[in-house]
C-alpha cells in the first residue's frame, strides 16, 4: 500500500518475473534472487513468498526455501477483484496517512475506534496496520492498542531532515573510507532508468519513495561509516508519509532520476569532489521545492 501493502504488491511481481522466465514446477526461488531482479530488500519478497504459499503456487521447505508448485504456464491469470481490493486497500491507507499529518489521529489508537472511523473489518485493518508497522510508523502495543512514531510534519521540521542530509550525504562521498559497489551501482542505473523510461507513471508512491531513499542510502553506505548510515535512515523513515503526499505531483521526477544517474557517472569516473558537489545541489534543490509543500 500504500498499496496492498508491500509484500502484496510483490506478489503480483513475482508472478510476472515467473512467466517471463517462463519457470518449471519444482524450481527453486531464492529470495535474494528475486529481490535482486525485482530491486527491493528481501523482507517484502519473503512476505509475498509466503501469500503465494497460501494461495498454493509456492510451497517452503525447511532450511531450502521456497520452491515452485505451479509452473509459470499453470498460473492464474491477474483478478481483477484482487486489483481492485488493492486499490480500496490503498485508499484507506492514505486516509490514515493523511488523518495522522493532520493531527487528526492521537499518538495511541485503539483497533475498534480505527475499524469505526474507517469502517473496516478487523483483519483487514489489521492487514493494514501491519503495512505501516513494516515502514516503521507505527508500532503495536499489548492488547489491540497502536501507537505511532515521529515524523517530520512540521514545515521547519521537514526543513531540519534535509539540512541534516545536505550537512551529511555529499561529505559521505569525500570520506577515505568511500568505495564504489559496483553491483549495487549498476542495480541503482538500471532502476533509476526504468523510473525514468516510465516507471515513474506506474509505480505506487512507496515505490517511488523506496527507489529515491535506497538510492542515497546506497551511496551513503558505500562510504561504510554506519553513522553516516544510520541517520539518513534515520530521516528517510521520519519523512516517509509527507513524501508519499508530495510524490501525487511526479512531474519532477523524470529530472530526479536524470541527476541520479549523473552522479552515479561522476563517482564510476572518480570525480567525488564533482559528484558530492552535485549532490549537494541537488538535495537543496529538492529541499526548496517540497518543503514549501508540506
Not at 491477474?78 to 499518538?107: C, H, N, Q, T, V
Not at 496496520?129 to 497502536?146: S, T, V
Not at 567525488?272 to 545541489?281: G, H, I, N
Amino acid at each position: 500500500m500504500p498499496r496492498p501493502s508491500l509484500a502484496t504488491q510483490m506478489t503480483s511481481r513475482i508472478l510476472d518475473y515467473i512467466r517471463d522466465n517462463n519457470l518449471k514446477p519444482d524450481q527453486h526461488l531464492p529470495s535474494q534472487t528475486l529481490a535482486d531482479a525485482l530491486k527491493v530488500s528481501r523482507a517484502p519478497i519473503n512476505g509475498a513468498l509466503q501469500i503465494l504459499e497460501e494461495m498454493k503456487i509456492v510451497r517452503s521447505e525447511p532450511n531450502r526455501g521456497f520452491f515452485l508448485v505451479k509452473g509459470a504456464s499453470d498460473l492464474p491469470e491477474p483478478d481483477e477483484a484482487e486489483s481492485d481490493a488493492s486499490e480500496r486497500e490503498d485508499r484507506w491507507y492514505f486516509a490514515i496517512a493523511e488523518d495522522r499529518l493532520e493531527g487528526k489521529l492521537p499518538d495511541r489508537v485503539s483497533e475498534n475506534e480505527l475499524m469505526r472511523r474507517y469502517g473496516l473489518s478487523r483483519t483487514r485493518l489489521l492487514k493494514i496496520l501491519n503495512d505501516i508497522a513494516d515502514e516503521g510508523w507505527i508500532e503495536r502495543l499489548p492488547g489491540n492498542g497502536w501507537e505511532f512514531g515521529p515524523l517530520l510534519t512540521s514545515q521547519e521540521s521537514y526543513r531540519q531532515g534535509y539540512q541534516l542530509r545536505v550537512a551529511l550525504e555529499p561529505q559521505a562521498l569525500l570520506l577515505p573510507s568511500f568505495e564504489i559497489d559496483r553491483a549495487a551501482f549498476a542495480a541503482a542505473r538500471e532502476q533509476q532508468q526504468w523510473l525514468l523510461e516510465g516507471g515513474y507513471k506506474r509505480a505506487s508512491r512507496s515505490e517511488i519513495f523506496a527507489a529515491n531513499a535506497e538510492f542515497h542510502e546506497m551511496l551513503v553506505g558505500c562510504a561504510h561509516n554506519p553513522f553516516f548510515l544510520d541517520a539518513v535512515k534515520r530521516v528517510n523513515r521520519l519523512r516517509r508519509l509527507v513524501e508519499y503526499r508530495i510524490t501525487v505531483d511526479r512531474s519532477r521526477l523524470p529530472i530526479q532520476c536524470r541527476e541520479h544517474i549523473n552522479i552515479l557517472t561522476l563517482l564510476e569516473k572518480g570525480l567525488r569532489q564533482e559528484a558530492s558537489d552535485f549532490l549537494r545541489v541537488h538535495i537543496e534543490g529538492a529541499g526548496l521545492i517540497k518543503v514549501p509543500k508540506v
